[in-house]
């Protein structure tokens, strides 16, 4: 017989959701991948209007390491219901930002645990500990939310908010788990009854559904850039405070999520420069970083840029590391 197979000699399923507008940013969250681990499954689900090129793009970024990659086309019907754009919504997300909801449904059967990662995130480290964890009997594992005190302290969700509340930018789905419990249904229940209050998105219908399904994952898996603020009261999370002070200065995984975003020319965020690592080795090396605020309206590029320039000063936003 043959030696035991053991979870570490298994291909790391990664899945990555994008369309069009953050095709860059998903392509460089790949090369910082892949330069840590090479033995990685991606699965990608994009949306109907997904370009040839940049298929082609993220195959030829899968191919130069040695990497597998599935495309998913996710339909305008299968997100049709999806909120978004509304005044209390924030403005730059689209509807792929549901399309992880679909993983049971659209990943091969024999996947039954992926990770998920957001396009606006650098991995630092390889990611096999993250892998190797343990999440039988649980949905996901998470990371806590650096707005977890305010969703708390508002109630604004259906369920005892004493729970906690998450993050959804870094998933460990146990998606056995989802499929033996048809969690895809669960997640049109949700969409449909709470719809008027699903301010986050796919974020308030994961925390929603497993509120108290969830394995809390050590905070260096997704550190978020209000963990890393030096006037932190608004983003005080007292679970993970010991984690933090030890894991914010070697995180696995930096997740900038906030509008201080490394594509933009002025990103004042500590690890911008890992990011940015990644970004010139891409095909997109040659691409202008751009100066364009996320938000569409005069009023948000105002907002923005007061944001920016008076009543944040840059070398005092965010701690020494």
Not at 61 to 79: C, D, L, N, R, W
Not at 167 to 190: A, P, T
């Amino acid at each position: 017989m043959g030696a035991d197979v053991t979870e570490t000699d298994i291909q790391m399923n990664i899945l990555l959701c994008t369309d069009n507008i953050y095709a860059m940013p998903t392509g460089v969250l790949m090369h910082s991948i892949s330069d840590h681990d090479k033995d990685v499954r991606y699965y990608v689900f994009v949306d109907d209007a997904f370009s040839v090129e940049n298929r082609q793009r993220f195959t030829d970024i899968a191919k130069h390491y040695g990497s597998e990659i599935t495309f998913y086309t996710i339909s305008k019907e299968q997100t049709e219901k999806m909120p978004v754009k509304r005044e209390d919504q924030p403005t730059h997300i689209t509807k792929s930002a549901y399309n992880r909801l679909f993983a049971a449904s659209m990943l091969p059967k024999d996947v039954d645990k992926i990770i998920y990662l957001d396009g606006d995130i650098v991995v630092r480290k390889s990611l096999r500990p993250l892998w190797d964890t343990d999440i039988e009997g649980y949905a996901v594992g998470v990371v806590h939310d650096m707005g977890e005190m305010e969703h708390i302290q508002s109630e604004r969700l259906p369920y005892d908010m004493k729970d906690g509340y998450f993050n959804s930018g870094v998933l460990l789905i146990n998606v056995k788990y989802w499929r033996e419990h048809n969690c895809m249904r669960l997640f049109d229940d949700i969409t449909e009854r709470y719809q008027e209050i699903l301010t986050l998105h796919d974020q308030d219908v994961l925390n929603i559904a497993f509120h108290d399904k969830k394995k809390w994952l050590p905070v260096t898996y997704n550190m978020q850039n209000g963990f890393l603020y030096k006037n932190r009261d608004r983003w005080n999370v007292p679970e993970i405070e010991a984690d933090l002070n030890v894991m914010k200065h070697d995180p696995v995984i930096v997740h900038f999520s906030t509008w201080d975003k490394p594509w933009k020319l002025e990103c004042f965020h500590p690890y911008c420069k890992d990011w940015r690592k990644y970004f010139f080795r891409s095909v997109w090396r040659n691409d202008r970083l751009t100066d364009e605020e996320e938000h569409p309206t005069l009023k948000g590029r105002i907002r923005n840029w007061l944001v920016r320039h008076c009543l944040y000063v840059p070398a005092t936003l965010y701690q020494k590391l």
